[in-house]
């Protein structure tokens, strides 16, 4: 078994993740509204690929919520000792 080294990837953006989370749902209408389903089991991949997807990117928007709330509480912290000083 060869182990195949990755190379560590930047974070992905707010901006970035809320790109993809809305051609995921373009993909999602379109197949909706005008794709043709070949074969039952195929889309339901399809779709369980795409629920994926869009779970994925809600959880990592949350994380970076998160980070930006933590950084948001330091930063007044920092402002609010400053001024007691």
Not at 48 to 66: F, R
């Amino acid at each position: 078994m060869d182990s195949e080294k990755t190379t560590p990837q930047p974070p992905i953006d707010r901006n970035e993740a809320l790109g993809w989370l809305a051609e995921l749902i373009r993909i999602a209408k379109q197949k909706g509204v005008n794709g043709r389903i070949k074969t039952p089991a195929n889309e339901r991949i399809r779709i369980d690929w795409i629920k994926t997807a869009i779970h994925g990117i809600g959880t990592y928007l949350s994380g970076l919520k998160d980070a930006q709330l933590d950084e948001i509480e330091r930063r007044l912290e920092a402002l609010e000792h400053a001024k007691s000083d």
